[in-house]
């Protein structure tokens, strides 16, 4: 069975950092490619970075700069690091895997999501 596991979110001060994982379970996480995705109240999905299998990553433009995306093969594990925080950046966030569509900004762009992990930036 296909499992995706997000943890490290919380509640942070504008400016403030945070570093999310997603741990892979149930497939052969090294020859796909994983992405992030999140979701604040009342707003649709957005995409947010991927990552390939030879570590190539892309972003979008509102994230370019202060977040990174890696992955640690080896671990079946994905991260995304979060600098400089904003409150904007509040919402609910996901590891996605992606079924063709990289920058896919509907769940029926992926065949596999997690449970999600907050995020809530405020003073």
């Known amino acids: 069975v296909v499992q995706l596991a997000e943890s490290g979110g919380g509640l942070v001060q504008p400016g403030g950092s945070l570093r999310l994982s997603c741990a892979a379970s149930?497939?052969?996480?090294?020859?796909?490619?994983m992405s992030w995705v999140r979701q604040a109240p009342g707003k649709g999905l957005e995409w947010l970075s991927s990552i390939n299998t030879a570590g190539t990553t892309s972003y979008t433009d509102s994230v370019k700069g202060r977040f990174t995306i890696s992955r640690d093969n080896a671990k079946s594990t994905m991260y995304l690091q979060l600098n400089s925080l904003k409150t904007e950046d509040t919402a609910m966030y996901y590891c996605?895997?992606?079924?063709?569509?990289?920058?896919?900004?509907?769940?029926?762009?992926?065949?596999?999501w997690g449970q999600g992990t907050q995020v809530t930036v405020s003073s």
């Open positions: 149930g497939f052969t996480f090294r020859i796909y490619i």
């Open positions: 996605a895997r992606p079924k063709g569509m990289l920058h896919g900004s509907s769940w029926s762009d992926y065949d596999a």
